[in-house]
């Protein structure tokens, strides 16, 4: 099933002429649970990884061995989304709860040194065929990201992200057992198996990077907007509040996506320039902890519609990076220069 965002509830540009300035495509992922394959683009999925290719370590001294058991989170996933589905009302029985009560974080790898190398997880696979917004370095086609399930590395103690481009062509033996950590820091940091519905949309620039005058514009017809309720003395049930803005209706949509700009609602804009040639990075791709949020529902696909409110189906990847959002930025003049983090 192809994922559909709605039309803009207004014309942004009819609006703001200005804001033809401030105009860029990306591709929204929508990734949704489910058993992707090993030539699909997917989070979580099987990778297109060579048999004879080292697979990548974190190598950074940490503590490994304290944390929850991989296991016990996927484990922990599927009965709790077993049981609401059956369930929607009451979730796990008091049967599974107990099990649920014995899963808990600890020492469960105790041999594993700090300087112990660990497999980093694979974490989102994407093929430039299926993305239009996925731009790497020419004449290659897959991209692999990959990171340490420990929110613990440099000095912002934070995520180790690997980017790996490949030509998918050159993969011929491929690597079917993928070695995977024992534990892991946050049970947050391991990203549920998702298959992709991507679509390419366009966005406006954060409302914070857009020239003072047109700030302006957009805050005096919010303001309005603001009045003309009031005056209408509209009234929305329970959770149903919801005022139209630039920032959650017009600018940047919510969730997983490839390209676009970055939202900066938590800190001030911040410059990411590229640590190699100084220019101004991009975001490549953005990690989100939801696909939508009340703060959102303009973006929430036609599709979905039935389930907005469904336990669970805003975050069918269950990560939580940040306080809900990472970005990787990368260098617009030459791809393979490093890659850089950022956090909202
Ligand atoms: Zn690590
Ligand atoms: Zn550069």
Redesign the pocket.
Same mark, same amino acid.
């Given at each position: 099933m192809t994922r559909t965002t709605p039309e803009r509830p207004v014309a942004p540009l009819g609006l703001f002429p200005e804001l033809s300035g401030y105009r860029r495509t990306g591709t929204r992922l929508h990734p949704r649970k489910g058993n992707p394959e090993l030539h699909e683009s997917s989070v979580a999925g099987p990778f297109l990884w060579p048999a004879d290719e080292p697979w990548p370590m974190c190598q950074a001294v940490h503590e490994k061995g304290r944390g929850h058991r991989l296991a016990h989170v996927r484990l922990r996933r599927r009965i709790l989304d077993d049981a609401w589905r059956r369930d929607p009302q009451r979730g796990p029985s008091d049967e599974e709860r107990e099990i649920l009560a014995g899963l808990q974080p600890g020492l469960h790898a105790p041999d594993l040194r700090d300087t112990d190398p660990i497999p980093m997880l694979a974490a989102a696979q994407l093929y430039s065929r299926d993305i239009p917004d996925l731009t790497g370095p020419e004449g290659y086609d897959l991209l692999q990201i990959l990171w340490c399930p420990f929110e613990v590395h440099g000095p912002a103690r934070t995520m180790d992200v690997m980017v790996n481009w490949r030509r998918s062509r050159d993969v011929t033996d491929v690597l079917t057992d993928t070695p995977e950590p024992a534990v892991v820091g946050r049970a947050e940091c391991v990203p549920s198996p998702c298959v992709l519905h991507p679509e390419q949309i366009t966005e406006h620039e954060y409302v914070g990077l857009l020239s003072d005058a047109l700030q302006e514009r957009i805050e005096a017809w919010e303001e309005e907007l603001l009045e003309v309720a009031e005056e209408n003395e509209e009234e929305y049930a329970p959770g149903e509040e919801y005022e139209l803005t630039y920032q959650h209706d017009l600018s940047i949509p919510p969730g997983w996506k490839v390209g676009g700009f970055a939202s900066w609602h938590l800190t001030d804009p911040a410059r990411v320039d590229?640590s190699? #040639?100084d +220019?101004l990075m991009r975001p490549l791709l953005t990690i989100a902890d939801r696909e939508w949020d009340l703060g959102s529902l303009s973006w929430v696909p036609i599709e979905d519609r039935q389930v907005i409110r469904t336990m669970g189906a805003s975050a069918p990847t269950d990560v939580y990076l940040g306080h809900g959002l990472m970005r990787i930025f990368t #260098?617009p +003049?030459?791809p393979t220069?490093p890659h850089r983090l950022s956090f909202q």
């Open positions: 590229c190699s #040639c +220019t #260098c +003049t030459d220069h």
